[in-house]
């Protein structure tokens, strides 16, 4: 089993729609969350972490943790085509540290 | 502008040859990684380093060794390239503490062997 789980999609929706992207994970010394999104033929970008447990918000994404269920999310809000990618979770046990990252789910938002 | 550069885009090489990955980032960063990625399975750790002539074995090292005798360079090296390494190989740099949340990659190498 992999430490950490993540449904690949691909998810579609239209657009102005709230997508909801979730991952599971087994090992509870992970402190740091992470998302991270990856436009094809590019390498991925950092869009949020956050530590331990709570939620967090950036504009358009929420991210939250829920370090009990081991169990992290992001939602993305009013979805644009340009959100189109490939969300890949990721994890650590300290900052600095190596990260432990999901499959990847493939998002697809329509005009 | 942070930078994490990887040498080549895409690379196709014949079985059993020695193929060098180079990677090198203009950050300063004390953690330097390399991943594989592939369909399905995400990013997967092959190697780090956290220091100059400094590694540690990720998840999949089998098949692949690694040299950082600078801080800004990190290469890769499969000594004798198989089918199953075809991959994307994915560079990335990161502060060494608690600044190094955030983890910056490279645009990735997609190797071919044949």
């Known amino acids: ?111 | 502008d942070v930078k994490v550069t990887q040498s080549s885009r895409y690379l196709v090489k014949r079985t059993g040859e020695k193929v060098f990955l180079e990677c090198v980032q203009d950050m300063d960063h004390e953690n330097m990684f390399w991943y594989r990625q592939d369909p399905g399975l995400g990013l997967r750790l092959i190697y780090f380093s956290y220091d100059v002539k400094m590694k540690e074995k990720g998840d999949i090292p089998e098949g692949y060794s690694v040299s950082r005798e600078k801080k800004e360079r990190f290469s890769l090296i499969l000594e004798s390239a198989s089918t199953n390494q075809t991959s994307m190989y994915l560079c990335a740099s990161s502060l060494l503490g608690t600044g190094g949340t955030e983890a910056f990659f490279g645009q990735g190498t997609r190797l071919t062997v044949v």
């Open chain 1, 1 to 111: 089993q992999k430490e950490v789980e993540q449904d690949p999609g691909p998810l579609s929706v239209p657009e102005g729609a709230i997508v909801s992207l979730n991952c599971t994970y087994s090992n509870s010394a992970f402190q740091y969350f992470m998302w991270y999104r990856q436009y094809s033929r590019k390498g991925p970008e950092l869009l949020m972490y956050t530590y331990s447990s709570g939620n967090k918000e950036d504009g358009r994404f929420t991210a939250q943790v829920d370090k009990s269920s081991k169990y992290i999310s992001l939602f993305i809000r009013d979805s644009q085509p340009s959100d189109s990618a490939t969300y890949l979770c990721a994890m650590s046990r300290a900052a600095g540290n190596k990260l432990t990252f999901g499959g990847g789910t493939r998002v697809l938002v329509k005009p």
